[in-house]
């Protein structure tokens, strides 16, 4: 149990890490190499947990997975409407378990479980309403010619989607990214920052509850410098998405030929002192 000492946060109780593998074609799984990293707790730095690091060899065979899921597999080929119902279960699970996810990311981020819980998850779950009511109305439009033919333009999905999400609000970053992915019919390599990843893995085991098919959601953590490099200069990712915190593009990404947007933002930190 954690609370303030003038009781102005919520009290919330330590959750037991169930999730601290990585997310491969609706399993987890160890990395390749065995390797595992620190999770910090950023209270008091104790060590709460050591999380699998995926390497090259694990974020080839997540996008291999995700290729197969999007040649292969149900996803893109699903009617709209039926990815907005699954779309909406995985939403309405995410509210389920809205305190437990709360308390993973407050203790991961060290940020305010009561602001978590009230505002980040629930919004997590808004944004999967969202997008899911955008999965039926992706559409084209029919063309006036000059001459006697028709002309129409029809939109698809892409590919494979690789996703690096930083992190200070990655609940809200990871509904940012997933969800628009899954509605457009895309499959995606997900990699988590190393300094929060417990709050995303819990989220691809709810996908999972969700009856999101195999495949479609692979969440891989590690560091930028190896993981988030591996992905980004992948010839099988079709589309990279960043988050950076100032103007900047990936050499890797545009190297290897592929469609990449940066989203930019600020920086925010909160942080809360004990009145002594």
Not at 4 to 15: A, L, Q, R
Not at 99 to 109: C, Q, R, S, T
Not at 163 to 181: C, G
Not at 223 to 229: D, E, K, P
């Amino acid at each position: 149990m954690v609370q303030s000492k003038d009781n102005s946060e919520v009290n919330f109780t330590i959750p037991k890490i169930k999730f601290t593998k990585l997310f491969i074609n609706g399993e987890f799984m160890d990395s390749v190499s065995g390797n595992t990293f620190e999770m910090i707790d950023p209270r008091n730095e104790d060590i709460i947990a050591r999380i699998a690091e995926g390497n090259k060899d694990d974020v080839d065979l997540a996008v291999k997975t995700a290729c197969e899921a999007f040649d292969n597999g149900p996803w893109p080929r699903l009617a709209p409407k039926e990815r907005r119902k699954i779309m909406l279960k995985f939403a309405d699970l995410v509210l389920e378990h809205v305190e437990k996810i709360a308390a993973l990311d407050a203790m991961d981020a060290g940020k305010l479980f009561s602001a978590v819980k009230t505002l980040e998850v629930p919004n997590v779950a808004e944004v999967l309403c969202y997008y899911a009511g955008a999965a039926d109305k992706i559409h084209g439009t029919t063309l006036k010619m000059s001459s006697e033919i028709q002309g129409y333009t029809l939109f698809k999905p892409i590919g494979v989607v690789g996703h690096i999400i930083p992190w200070n609000f990655l609940s809200l970053l990871f509904a940012y990214n997933v969800s628009p992915t899954l509605a457009a019919g895309c499959t995606m390599v997900v990699k988590l920052a190393e300094q929060t990843p417990l709050s995303a893995l819990y989220y691809a085991y709810l996908a999972k509850q969700a009856a999101i098919p195999d495949g479609v959601i692979n969440v891989v953590a590690g560091f930028g410098h190896t993981t988030g490099a591996e992905l980004s200069s992948h010839m099988d990712v079709d589309k990279m998405f960043y988050w950076v915190n100032r103007s900047r593009t990936s050499n890797n990404a545009s190297c290897s030929y592929k469609q990449f947007e940066i989203r930019i933002t600020r920086t925010r930190r909160q942080v809360a002192f004990y009145s002594i």
